[in-house]
């Protein structure tokens, strides 16, 4: 990987560590997760960076994919578990990772034990031209044995410049002939644990879309004119609903008929399909032929 790429990585990672841990301070019994999101976010522009997606606050049994909405009311009570997932970019270069918090309690301490185990299970194993499969199968293992079950239909993912997910899928359980990992190349490794059913379906809600990287042509003009704004400002990378009211004032009535016009992308909200409750652990690595570099490690080491 060219050294200037790999300094990109290696500031992207750590903006987003440090942005993961001041959310994390932030979220306390009462906090509104409008207000926690919002600072996530102006803090990665204020080191430097931009948010390479919207800052994720999935609850309890949602496992991904919750942001807020514009105007939303959701606060963090005592017993909550917070997946915060933050990414940052530098000219496209990403940083994504998470850590799973307890607000005010220490019910499921040892369910978040379970996802932050399966990762560093997967970091030891990770190396060049190891089977995908090697690595889902590891994290598994890890993971039933402390009791839980891995998400089997989340997984982590290989990141290029301004592809959040590049084709590359990390797996947290083994059966499936992902391939191998090869040297020079950046990649998201997220598992997930619950006590529920072990897959996530639809929770709807969506607050986090994407443009499509193809050609478009739109013709009615509002449409026109918005689709043009959020193409210029977020390119193909996943952005906000709640970023787009400073270029209409109905941009949820615009996206969502967007949406149904295909031109863009809707996230729904993941969730447990049993309402198990979900901890999520991620770090982003650059797998290198001799070695293998956490890039988003924080200031505190976390």
């Known amino acids: 990987m060219d050294p200037e790429i790999m300094e990109k990585y290696r500031k992207a990672g750590k903006i987003a560590a440090n942005a993961r841990e001041y959310g994390i301070s932030l979220i306390k019994d009462g906090a509104l997760a409008y207000d926690v999101a919002e600072a996530i976010e102006e803090f990665i522009r204020e080191q430097g960076a931009k948010p390479a997606f919207p800052a994720n606050l999935s609850v309890n049994h949602e496992a991904a994919h919750y942001t807020p909405l514009y105007g939303d009311k959701r ?10 997932d933050v990414g940052a970019h530098i000219d496209g270069y990403i940083g994504d990772t998470s850590r799973t918090v307890e607000v005010g309690a220490n019910r499921y301490s040892r369910l978040i034990k379970a996802s932050e185990e399966g990762l ?40 290029e410049r301004y592809n959040l997910h590049s084709g590359l899928s990390v797996p947290s359980v083994s059966g499936m002939e992902y391939g191998r990992i090869p040297d020079g190349i950046a990649i998201a490794v997220e598992p997930f ?24 042509e739109v013709k009615e003009k509002r449409f026109k004119e918005f689709f043009e704004a959020i193409s210029s400002e977020f390119g193909t990378l996943p952005f906000a609903q709640r970023w787009c009211f400073e270029f209409d004032k109905k941009a949820d009535k615009l996206l969502k008929a967007l949406v149904r016009k295909g031109y863009i992308h809707s996230y729904d909200v993941l969730a447990d399909a049993r309402k198990g409750m979900v901890s999520q ?17 924080a200031d505190n080491g976390l």
């Open 193 to 216: 644990a619950t006590d529920g059913a072990g897959y996530v379906v639809s929770g709807g809600n969506p607050g986090i879309y994407r443009v499509y990287d193809v050609e478009i």
């Open 281 to 297: 652990r991620e770090h982003t690595l650059i797998v290198l032929k001799d070695r293998v570099e956490i890039t988003t490690e």
């Open 120 to 159: 560093n299970t997967a970091i030891e194993v990770i190396k060049s031209g190891i089977s995908l499969n090697e690595v889902g199968m590891s994290v598994e293992t890890v993971i039933k044995g402390m009791g839980y079950k891995p998400i089997q239909n989340l997984t982590g993912h290989s990141l």
């Open 75 to 84: 606060r963090f009570k005592t017993g909550d578990i917070v997946k915060v």
